[in-house]
């Protein structure tokens, strides 16, 4: 083997290990803003909203989408680890999905447009993703679990939802006017945020 290739293989195996790194690292701290939920007052109180998917944003920018989604999967095993599912691994796998679905086409569309403009348009893209998808998943797969694992009738969940908004009256009105508001939300939030800490997070995380 030529000390050329030497040279190539040595700098590719430290970058592999420095991205794992960064993706064990930013998962760790994705999993940490986990914990942090915030309730919604236009929301039953078992819908609340975190910021867990930032550092996934910041390092799907930084490394790409598959970086991003293996931060993402980071960040739920260690919740699971860590606290525990009280699904079965149901809401933690649609948490993984969920996520994935904001920031994958996001990270997609800024490795094709590397600009703020991009990175805003891709965003926007995932937060409609985002939102569409945990409908779907909510609505079939989540409320339903969620009502059969608590003893409780689907419709004594939705009857939650109409005590805070009359507009719900069934599980459509019910994604509608408090899943869907979440989730734009929360896309929201973590699209100005990566916006404003990304410039300065980007250059730590190339030279660490």
């Known amino acids: 083997m030529s000390s050329n290739t030497q040279t190539a293989t040595k700098f590719t195996g430290k970058n592999n290990i420095r991205t794992m790194v960064q993706i064990g690292m930013l998962g760790a701290v994705a999993m940490i803003l986990m914990s942090f939920e915030i309730p919604l007052w236009f929301a039953p109180p078992f819908y609340k909203i975190d910021l867990s998917e930032l550092p996934v944003m910041i390092g799907c920018f930084a490394m790409g989408p598959a970086a991003g989604a293996l931060i993402e999967f980071v960040k739920v095993i260690l919740h699971m680890a860590i606290r525990g599912t009280t699904t079965a691994g149901v809401g933690d796998l649609a948490n993984f999905l969920i996520g994935c679905a904001l920031i994958v086409p996001a990270g997609l569309i800024y490795k094709k447009v590397r600009t703020k403009k991009g990175a805003?348009?891709?965003m926007t893209v995932?937060?409609?993703?985002?939102?569409v998808l945990g409908c779907v998943i909510?609505?079939?797969i989540l409320l339903p679990f969620y009502a059969t694992a608590s003893g409780m009738p689907l419709d004594a969940l939705i009857q939650m939802g109409t005590a805070i908004n009359a507009g719900i009256q069934d599980i459509f009105t019910f994604v509608m006017f408090a899943v869907a508001p979440v989730n734009i939300l929360k896309g929201e939030l973590v699209s100005v945020l990566t916006l404003l800490l990304y410039k300065n997070i980007r250059p730590i995380l190339q030279r660490a």
């Open 126 to 131: 995932g937060t409609i993703v985002m939102t």
């Open 120 to 122: 805003m348009i891709g």
């Open 138 to 140: 909510n609505a079939w």
